[in-house]
Protein backbone atom coordinates (compact mmCIF):
# COMPACT_ATOMS: atom_id res chain seq x y z
CA UNK A 1 0.00 0.00 0.00
CA UNK A 2 1.03 3.40 -0.70
CA UNK A 3 1.12 6.18 1.30
CA UNK A 4 -2.40 7.95 1.71
CA UNK A 5 -3.10 11.72 1.87
CA UNK A 6 -5.57 12.54 4.79
CA UNK A 7 -5.25 16.29 4.10
CA UNK A 8 -2.54 18.43 2.52
CA UNK A 9 0.61 17.46 3.96
CA UNK A 10 -0.95 15.18 6.45
CA UNK A 11 -0.33 11.46 5.15
CA UNK A 12 -1.51 7.76 5.91
CA UNK A 13 1.52 5.18 6.19
CA UNK A 14 1.77 2.21 7.30
CA UNK A 15 1.04 -1.62 6.17
CA UNK A 16 -1.97 -3.67 5.93
CA UNK A 17 -1.21 -7.00 7.29
CA UNK A 18 -3.89 -9.56 5.71
CA UNK A 19 -2.24 -12.79 6.59
CA UNK A 20 -1.88 -12.16 10.34
CA UNK A 21 -3.90 -14.48 12.68
CA UNK A 22 -2.25 -14.26 16.29
CA UNK A 23 -1.37 -10.94 18.08
CA UNK A 24 0.41 -11.36 21.44
CA UNK A 25 1.10 -14.83 20.69
CA UNK A 26 -2.69 -14.71 22.44
CA UNK A 27 -5.26 -12.83 20.37
CA UNK A 28 -7.00 -13.58 17.27
CA UNK A 29 -7.43 -11.49 14.43
CA UNK A 30 -9.99 -13.51 12.45
CA UNK A 31 -9.49 -10.15 10.09
CA UNK A 32 -5.69 -9.65 10.10
CA UNK A 33 -4.68 -5.93 11.74
CA UNK A 34 -2.77 -2.91 10.49
CA UNK A 35 0.16 -1.17 11.63
CA UNK A 36 -0.79 2.64 11.06
CA UNK A 37 1.87 5.67 11.48
CA UNK A 38 1.25 8.76 9.95
CA UNK A 39 3.03 11.05 8.55
CA UNK A 40 2.76 15.25 9.55
CA UNK A 41 4.73 17.95 7.14
CA UNK A 42 4.75 20.89 8.38
CA UNK A 43 5.56 24.44 6.74
CA UNK A 44 9.25 24.03 9.52
CA UNK A 45 9.41 20.76 10.65
CA UNK A 46 8.26 16.92 9.64
CA UNK A 47 6.60 14.89 12.03
CA UNK A 48 6.28 11.10 11.69
CA UNK A 49 4.24 9.83 14.17
CA UNK A 50 4.65 5.45 15.22
CA UNK A 51 5.59 2.87 13.40
CA UNK A 52 5.18 -0.19 12.17
CA UNK A 53 5.81 -3.68 13.07
CA UNK A 54 8.75 -4.72 12.55
CA UNK A 55 8.21 -7.42 9.76
CA UNK A 56 6.26 -4.77 8.11
CA UNK A 57 9.90 -2.81 8.31
CA UNK A 58 9.95 -2.72 4.09
CA UNK A 59 6.92 -1.38 3.94
CA UNK A 60 7.15 2.00 5.75
CA UNK A 61 10.75 2.71 3.97
CA UNK A 62 9.57 2.43 0.91
CA UNK A 63 6.39 4.75 1.67
CA UNK A 64 9.21 7.04 3.09
CA UNK A 65 11.72 7.10 -0.23
CA UNK A 66 10.46 10.75 -0.85
CA UNK A 67 11.18 11.88 2.39
CA UNK A 68 14.33 12.91 2.76
CA UNK A 69 14.21 14.61 6.65
CA UNK A 70 12.24 13.72 9.80
CA UNK A 71 12.62 15.68 12.64
CA UNK A 72 10.47 13.87 15.29
CA UNK A 73 9.45 10.66 16.08
CA UNK A 74 6.37 11.01 18.07
CA UNK A 75 6.04 7.37 19.73
CA UNK A 76 3.03 7.07 21.65
CA UNK A 77 3.60 3.89 22.91
CA UNK A 78 5.91 1.24 22.99
CA UNK A 79 4.34 -2.08 22.24
CA UNK A 80 6.46 -3.14 19.30
CA UNK A 81 4.08 -3.18 16.91
CA UNK A 82 4.14 0.35 16.55
CA UNK A 83 7.90 1.01 17.89
CA UNK A 84 10.12 -1.93 16.64
CA UNK A 85 10.84 0.24 13.90
CA UNK A 86 12.08 2.90 15.68
CA UNK A 87 16.32 1.99 15.57
CA UNK A 88 15.80 1.56 12.11
CA UNK A 89 14.17 4.88 11.47
CA UNK A 90 16.75 6.74 13.32
CA UNK A 91 19.54 5.02 11.35
CA UNK A 92 18.10 7.06 8.45
CA UNK A 93 17.42 9.77 10.34
CA UNK A 94 20.05 10.24 12.81
CA UNK A 95 18.83 13.87 13.53
CA UNK A 96 15.00 13.06 14.45
CA UNK A 97 14.62 13.31 18.57
CA UNK A 98 11.96 10.68 19.61
CA UNK A 99 8.91 11.95 21.65
CA UNK A 100 7.55 10.38 24.33
CA UNK A 101 5.90 10.52 28.16
CA UNK A 102 8.24 9.87 30.87
CA UNK A 103 7.66 6.25 31.43
CA UNK A 104 7.75 5.63 27.31
CA UNK A 105 11.21 6.77 27.96
CA UNK A 106 11.89 4.36 30.07
CA UNK A 107 10.21 1.97 28.29
CA UNK A 108 11.50 2.70 25.08
CA UNK A 109 15.37 2.26 26.39
CA UNK A 110 13.98 -1.10 28.09
CA UNK A 111 12.41 -2.55 24.71
CA UNK A 112 14.44 -0.96 22.26
CA UNK A 113 17.27 -0.14 23.58
CA UNK A 114 17.62 3.39 22.01
CA UNK A 115 20.16 5.64 23.01
CA UNK A 116 18.99 8.42 26.12
CA UNK A 117 20.07 11.15 24.09
CA UNK A 118 17.29 10.58 21.53
CA UNK A 119 14.36 10.72 23.63
CA UNK A 120 12.56 13.29 24.73
CA UNK A 121 9.78 13.67 27.12
CA UNK A 122 6.58 15.39 26.69
CA UNK A 123 4.79 16.48 29.27
CA UNK A 124 0.68 16.10 29.55
CA UNK A 125 -0.18 19.23 27.39
CA UNK A 126 2.45 20.50 26.29
CA UNK A 127 2.48 21.29 22.27
CA UNK A 128 4.86 20.99 19.37
CA UNK A 129 5.06 23.63 17.03
CA UNK A 130 5.89 21.94 13.17
CA UNK A 131 5.33 25.43 11.74
CA UNK A 132 2.09 25.90 10.38
CA UNK A 133 0.74 22.60 12.00
CA UNK A 134 0.53 22.68 16.09
CA UNK A 135 0.63 19.02 17.97
CA UNK A 136 -0.72 18.73 21.30
CA UNK A 137 0.18 15.61 23.46
CA UNK A 138 -2.57 14.59 25.48
CA UNK A 139 -1.20 11.56 28.22
CA UNK A 140 -3.89 8.72 28.44
CA UNK A 141 -2.14 6.16 30.29
CA UNK A 142 -3.29 2.21 30.08
CA UNK A 143 -4.84 2.00 26.36
CA UNK A 144 -2.72 -0.21 26.84
CA UNK A 145 0.18 0.43 27.97
CA UNK A 146 0.85 2.62 31.07
CA UNK A 147 3.22 4.81 29.14
CA UNK A 148 0.42 5.42 26.43
CA UNK A 149 -0.57 9.12 25.11
CA UNK A 150 -1.99 10.35 22.27
CA UNK A 151 -1.57 13.35 20.25
CA UNK A 152 -3.88 16.73 18.72
CA UNK A 153 -3.16 18.17 15.41
CA UNK A 154 -4.85 21.27 16.69
CA UNK A 155 -5.48 23.21 13.24
CA UNK A 156 -6.86 20.28 11.47
CA UNK A 157 -8.24 18.25 14.28
CA UNK A 158 -7.32 14.83 13.81
CA UNK A 159 -6.47 12.89 17.16
CA UNK A 160 -4.20 10.35 16.64
CA UNK A 161 -4.87 7.63 19.30
CA UNK A 162 -2.80 4.57 18.61
CA UNK A 163 -4.23 1.50 20.50
CA UNK A 164 -6.97 3.81 21.77
CA UNK A 165 -10.30 3.20 19.32
CA UNK A 166 -8.56 0.86 17.66
CA UNK A 167 -9.69 -2.47 15.72
CA UNK A 168 -8.08 -5.25 14.09
CA UNK A 169 -8.78 -4.86 10.66
CA UNK A 170 -7.05 -5.33 7.56
CA UNK A 171 -9.24 -3.14 4.80
CA UNK A 172 -8.20 -1.47 1.74
CA UNK A 173 -10.54 1.87 2.52
CA UNK A 174 -8.62 4.26 4.72
CA UNK A 175 -12.07 5.34 6.07
CA UNK A 176 -14.57 3.30 7.95
CA UNK A 177 -16.90 2.17 5.80
CA UNK A 178 -19.00 -0.56 7.21
CA UNK A 179 -19.54 0.86 10.61
CA UNK A 180 -21.13 -2.59 12.50
CA UNK A 181 -17.72 -4.27 11.02
CA UNK A 182 -15.61 -1.76 12.53
CA UNK A 183 -17.80 -1.32 16.00
CA UNK A 184 -17.35 -5.39 16.46
CA UNK A 185 -13.92 -5.30 16.17
CA UNK A 186 -13.04 -2.69 18.27
CA UNK A 187 -15.29 -4.01 21.07
CA UNK A 188 -13.56 -7.45 20.63
CA UNK A 189 -9.94 -5.62 20.50
CA UNK A 190 -11.37 -3.20 23.89
CA UNK A 191 -12.25 -6.26 25.42
CA UNK A 192 -8.60 -8.26 24.62
CA UNK A 193 -6.33 -5.78 26.09
CA UNK A 194 -8.20 -2.67 27.86
CA UNK A 195 -11.37 -3.95 29.44
CA UNK A 196 -9.04 -4.39 32.90
CA UNK A 197 -8.17 -0.56 33.04
CA UNK A 198 -11.84 1.27 32.40
CA UNK A 199 -11.46 3.59 35.90
CA UNK A 200 -8.75 5.00 33.76
CA UNK A 201 -9.99 4.99 30.28
CA UNK A 202 -13.02 6.90 31.71
CA UNK A 203 -10.44 9.31 32.79
CA UNK A 204 -9.01 9.37 29.55
CA UNK A 205 -12.36 9.59 27.68
CA UNK A 206 -13.00 12.86 30.05
CA UNK A 207 -9.64 14.18 29.41
CA UNK A 208 -10.41 13.98 25.55
CA UNK A 209 -14.41 15.35 25.98
CA UNK A 210 -14.08 19.10 25.22
CA UNK A 211 -11.75 18.51 22.08
CA UNK A 212 -13.49 19.17 18.88
CA UNK A 213 -12.53 16.04 16.31
CA UNK A 214 -13.22 15.98 12.97
CA UNK A 215 -11.02 12.40 12.74
CA UNK A 216 -9.59 9.59 14.87
CA UNK A 217 -6.39 8.39 13.23
CA UNK A 218 -5.93 4.78 15.41
CA UNK A 219 -2.68 2.95 14.71
CA UNK A 220 -4.59 -0.48 14.16
CA UNK A 221 -7.85 -0.79 11.85
CA UNK A 222 -9.36 2.27 9.94
CA UNK A 223 -9.71 5.73 10.12
CA UNK A 224 -12.74 6.97 11.49
CA UNK A 225 -13.87 10.21 9.84
CA UNK A 226 -17.30 10.55 11.55
CA UNK A 227 -15.81 9.57 14.97
CA UNK A 228 -18.43 10.66 17.51
CA UNK A 229 -19.64 7.01 16.87
CA UNK A 230 -16.68 4.85 18.17
CA UNK A 231 -16.68 7.51 21.52
CA UNK A 232 -19.76 7.00 22.44
CA UNK A 233 -19.67 3.01 21.90
CA UNK A 234 -15.91 3.59 24.65
CA UNK A 235 -17.97 5.32 26.73
CA UNK A 236 -20.35 2.63 26.76
CA UNK A 237 -17.67 -0.41 26.96
CA UNK A 238 -16.68 1.73 29.91
CA UNK A 239 -19.31 2.97 31.45
CA UNK A 240 -22.31 0.86 31.33
CA UNK A 241 -23.29 -1.35 34.04
CA UNK A 242 -23.41 -5.13 33.19
CA UNK A 243 -26.00 -6.20 31.12
CA UNK A 244 -28.65 -9.01 31.50
CA UNK A 245 -26.24 -12.08 30.54
CA UNK A 246 -24.60 -14.78 31.23
CA UNK A 247 -21.26 -16.13 29.54
CA UNK A 248 -21.01 -19.69 29.72
CA UNK A 249 -17.40 -20.75 28.70
CA UNK A 250 -17.50 -24.53 29.09
CA UNK A 251 -16.05 -27.63 28.60
CA UNK A 252 -17.47 -31.29 28.33
CA UNK A 253 -15.49 -35.04 27.77
CA UNK A 254 -18.06 -37.19 27.65
CA UNK A 255 -21.30 -35.51 27.44
CA UNK A 256 -22.58 -35.04 30.89
CA UNK A 257 -21.38 -31.53 31.83
CA UNK A 258 -23.07 -30.16 28.37
CA UNK A 259 -26.50 -31.62 29.60
CA UNK A 260 -25.91 -29.54 32.52
CA UNK A 261 -24.86 -26.50 30.15
CA UNK A 262 -27.87 -26.95 28.03
CA UNK A 263 -30.37 -27.47 31.10
CA UNK A 264 -28.78 -24.07 32.32
CA UNK A 265 -29.24 -22.12 29.57
CA UNK A 266 -32.45 -23.35 28.88
CA UNK A 267 -33.74 -22.15 32.23
CA UNK A 268 -31.95 -18.95 32.06
CA UNK A 269 -34.01 -18.21 29.48
CA UNK A 270 -37.27 -19.12 30.22
CA UNK A 271 -36.52 -17.07 32.77
CA UNK A 272 -35.64 -13.76 30.49
CA UNK A 273 -32.04 -13.77 31.18
CA UNK A 274 -29.73 -13.79 27.69
CA UNK A 275 -27.11 -16.56 27.50
CA UNK A 276 -23.77 -16.90 25.51
CA UNK A 277 -22.10 -20.07 25.77
CA UNK A 278 -18.84 -20.54 24.88
CA UNK A 279 -17.25 -24.23 24.16
CA UNK A 280 -13.49 -23.77 24.72
CA UNK A 281 -12.78 -26.68 22.28
CA UNK A 282 -13.85 -24.01 19.42
CA UNK A 283 -13.92 -20.85 21.13
CA UNK A 284 -12.40 -17.76 19.98
CA UNK A 285 -10.93 -15.74 23.07
CA UNK A 286 -11.70 -12.71 21.53
CA UNK A 287 -15.25 -13.13 21.00
CA UNK A 288 -15.32 -14.37 25.22
CA UNK A 289 -13.70 -11.44 25.70
CA UNK A 290 -16.07 -9.33 23.97
CA UNK A 291 -18.64 -10.52 25.63
CA UNK A 292 -17.37 -10.38 29.35
CA UNK A 293 -17.95 -6.45 28.25
CA UNK A 294 -21.30 -6.84 29.08
CA UNK A 295 -21.93 -10.06 31.24
CA UNK A 296 -23.33 -9.75 34.09
CA UNK A 297 -23.05 -13.38 35.50
CA UNK A 298 -19.68 -15.60 34.59
CA UNK A 299 -20.66 -19.92 34.71
CA UNK A 300 -17.90 -21.71 34.20
CA UNK A 301 -18.71 -25.34 32.99
CA UNK A 302 -16.06 -27.57 33.94
CA UNK A 303 -15.68 -31.61 34.13
CA UNK A 304 -13.23 -32.80 36.76
CA UNK A 305 -9.69 -33.94 35.12
CA UNK A 306 -7.25 -35.21 37.74
CA UNK A 307 -8.76 -33.99 40.63
CA UNK A 308 -9.21 -30.64 38.92
CA UNK A 309 -10.60 -28.16 36.54
CA UNK A 310 -10.24 -29.47 32.86
CA UNK A 311 -7.63 -27.50 31.69
CA UNK A 312 -9.06 -25.42 29.43
CA UNK A 313 -11.67 -24.34 32.15
CA UNK A 314 -8.84 -23.29 34.06
CA UNK A 315 -7.35 -21.41 30.68
CA UNK A 316 -10.88 -19.50 30.56
CA UNK A 317 -11.15 -18.47 33.94
CA UNK A 318 -7.31 -17.02 34.14
CA UNK A 319 -8.08 -15.16 31.45
CA UNK A 320 -11.44 -13.75 33.11
CA UNK A 321 -9.65 -13.18 36.14
CA UNK A 322 -6.96 -11.45 34.62
CA UNK A 323 -9.87 -8.96 32.36
CA UNK A 324 -11.38 -8.15 35.56
CA UNK A 325 -14.65 -8.13 33.91
CA UNK A 326 -18.05 -6.04 34.97
CA UNK A 327 -19.50 -8.95 35.98
CA UNK A 328 -20.74 -9.47 39.88
CA UNK A 329 -22.27 -13.09 39.68
CA UNK A 330 -19.84 -16.23 39.08
CA UNK A 331 -20.67 -19.83 39.63
CA UNK A 332 -19.33 -23.26 38.70
CA UNK A 333 -21.12 -26.02 37.11
CA UNK A 334 -19.58 -30.05 36.04
CA UNK A 335 -19.81 -33.54 35.83
CA UNK A 336 -16.70 -35.26 38.30
CA UNK A 337 -15.93 -38.74 37.79
CA UNK A 338 -15.25 -39.84 41.34
CA UNK A 339 -14.19 -36.98 42.94
CA UNK A 340 -11.57 -33.69 43.21
CA UNK A 341 -11.21 -30.31 43.86
CA UNK A 342 -12.61 -28.57 40.88
CA UNK A 343 -14.78 -25.76 42.42
CA UNK A 344 -11.55 -25.34 45.23
CA UNK A 345 -9.68 -24.38 42.27
CA UNK A 346 -11.64 -22.84 39.75
CA UNK A 347 -12.79 -20.44 43.06
CA UNK A 348 -8.91 -20.14 44.13
CA UNK A 349 -8.28 -18.41 40.05
CA UNK A 350 -10.90 -15.49 40.68
CA UNK A 351 -9.68 -13.56 43.03
CA UNK A 352 -9.69 -10.08 41.15
CA UNK A 353 -13.45 -9.73 40.11
CA UNK A 354 -15.50 -8.50 42.84
CA UNK A 355 -18.18 -11.08 42.61
CA UNK A 356 -20.74 -12.76 44.69
CA UNK A 357 -20.22 -16.98 44.32
CA UNK A 358 -23.18 -18.51 43.70
CA UNK A 359 -24.03 -21.87 45.09
CA UNK A 360 -22.30 -24.34 42.40
CA UNK A 361 -23.93 -27.63 41.42
CA UNK A 362 -21.49 -30.36 40.84
CA UNK A 363 -22.83 -34.07 40.02
CA UNK A 364 -21.55 -37.14 39.67
CA UNK A 365 -21.76 -38.55 36.50
CA UNK A 366 -24.67 -38.58 34.49
CA UNK A 367 -27.02 -36.00 35.43
CA UNK A 368 -30.38 -36.63 37.29
CA UNK A 369 -33.28 -34.83 38.55
CA UNK A 370 -31.68 -33.44 41.45
CA UNK A 371 -29.13 -31.68 39.09
CA UNK A 372 -31.59 -30.43 37.34
CA UNK A 373 -33.45 -29.14 40.19
CA UNK A 374 -30.02 -27.04 41.58
CA UNK A 375 -29.48 -25.96 38.01
CA UNK A 376 -33.15 -24.48 37.73
CA UNK A 377 -32.70 -23.14 41.55
CA UNK A 378 -29.16 -21.49 39.83
CA UNK A 379 -31.18 -20.01 36.89
CA UNK A 380 -33.92 -18.49 39.63
CA UNK A 381 -30.78 -16.83 41.26
CA UNK A 382 -29.11 -15.61 38.68
CA UNK A 383 -32.67 -14.04 37.27
CA UNK A 384 -33.28 -12.75 40.70
CA UNK A 385 -29.96 -10.85 41.05
CA UNK A 386 -30.12 -9.50 37.82
CA UNK A 387 -33.58 -8.08 38.45
CA UNK A 388 -32.84 -6.88 42.05
CA UNK A 389 -29.61 -5.02 40.42
CA UNK A 390 -31.48 -3.89 37.51
CA UNK A 391 -29.64 -5.57 34.92
CA UNK A 392 -31.29 -4.53 31.30
FE1 LIG B 1 -0.99 -2.02 19.05
FE2 LIG B 1 -0.56 -2.20 22.43
O1 LIG B 1 -0.03 -2.24 20.63
Aim: glycine share 6%; aromatic share 8%; with cysteine.
Amino acid sequence: MNKRKIKENIYWLGAIDWDRRLFDSLVPLPDGTSYNAYLIEGSEKTALLDAVDPAMTDTLFSQLQDTAKVDFIISHHTEQDHSGTIPLLLERYPNAKVLTTPRGKTLLMDHLHLAEEVLVTVADGETLSLGDKTLRFIHTPWVHWPETMVSYLEEDRILFSCDFFGSHIAASELYVQDQARVYEAAKRYFGEIMLPFRAVISKNLEKLADLPVDIIAPSHGQVYNQPDWIVEAYRDWVLHPPRNLVVLPFISMHGSTRIMVDHLTAALTERGVQVELFNLTVTDIGKLAMALIDAATIVVGSPTVLAGPHPLTAYATFLANALRPKAQFVSIIGSYGWGGKTVETLAGMITNLKAEVLEPVLCKGLPDQSTFAALDQLADTIAQKHRENGFQ
